[in-house]
């Protein structure tokens, strides 16, 4: 990656129906407008994520979504779905960046957010990357929440399964719901912990401690979990299908899917699906990487790809 390097500036946005959106702005301020969308829904940015453009090309804003990072309130639910997200992007957009366009860039939930902003938004979207392709259907909701990628980690799903007693189990999201968005502390950061390891150790090829570290704190497995599951029980804010039956309207932005082949996360199927509703985005199918977005052959497609744009 490029290295570290600080903000030059960053603030809130007042979204004016009870959220402050913590934002940043890296890189060069003459530099080509970029935004840059992390996953969960509830995962924040990392100082990483400054560091996959080149500083002197690229004016590239980052920022915490509705709940999570530096963003307040904390965890919150309350007027937070896709399409908030999206009208805080556009604002993001002329007040901050303050660019006709920008390059979108999104990978895991942060393809569902840029697929669905560039969609509504077409012409505000000058390219679009986008990795381990993510579309909140209900197919992969059930792959990797109930049943699928627990056969393929059956050590770990037994830590997801723990805090939800035996006739709860036929609907895991729900009973996860209903513990997250209980009044028991102690039950909602154990819901938190159980449901925030179980993607923290199945989203790379090979078991990596970095990433089961990243939301061990309980300040931040809560907004992960409770934010993802939050989402997730009302399936993205959106249409069973939305963002492929969608897909033609991304046709003339210049575009790259970036997809590790055993990402057991969200599986290349909903990328190859991507790909030939949108086939005219280079599509790269990296053979040995699983999700995460520094997986070695993840990382220097993305490098390539921001680099391409610049």
């Not at 960053?10 to 969308?37: R, S």
């Not at 381990?132 to 050590?155: C, M």
Request: glycine share 8%.
């Amino acid at each position: 990656m490029y290295p570290d390097i600080q903000p030059y500036a960053h603030g809130f946005l007042n979204t004016e129906d009870g959220h402050q959106v913590y934002w940043e702005l890296c890189g060069n301020p003459q530099g080509k407008p970029a935004i840059f969308l992390h996953g969960g829904p509830g995962g924040g940015c990392s100082t990483d994520h400054r560091r996959l453009f080149n500083p002197e090309r690229y004016k590239v804003l980052l920022f915490d979504q509705r709940g999570c990072g530096r963003s307040t309130p904390h965890a919150s639910l309350e007027n937070n779905t896709t399409w908030h997200l999206v009208a805080d992007m556009e604002r993001l957009r002329t007040e901050v960046l303050q660019a006709d366009k920008m390059l979108v860039f999104g990978g895991s939930w942060g393809s569902t957010l840029a697929l669905a902003y560039a969609q509504k938004h077409t012409a505000q979207v000058s390219e679009l990357i986008v990795r381990g392709i993510f579309t909140v259907r209900k197919q992969e909701l059930h792959w990797f929440y109930q049943d699928g990628a627990s056969n393929l980690f059956p050590d770990h799903w037994e830590g997801y399964l723990a805090p939800i007693p035996q006739e709860e189990r036929h609907d895991l999201i729900s009973a996860y719901h209903r513990r997250l968005t209980g009044t028991d502390r102690m039950v909602q950061l154990q819901a938190a912990h159980a449901w925030t390891q179980w993607e923290s150790r199945t989203i790379s090829l090979l078991p990596n401690l970095a990433h089961q570290q990243d939301h061990a704190a309980d300040h931040a497995a809560l907004a992960f979990a409770r934010i993802e599951n939050h989402y997730f029980m009302h399936q993205g804010f959106m249409e069973e299908g939305q963002l492929l039956r969608d897909a033609h309207l991304l046709h003339d932005i210049p575009g790259i899917i970036i997809q590790g082949r055993y990402d057991a996360c969200t599986p290349a199927t909903t990328a190859w699906a991507l790909h030939r509703a949108w086939p005219q985005a280079e599509f790269h199918l990296v053979d040995d990487a699983g999700h995460a977005f520094d997986e070695p052959g993840i990382l220097a497609r993305l490098l390539a790809a921001t680099d391409q744009f610049s």
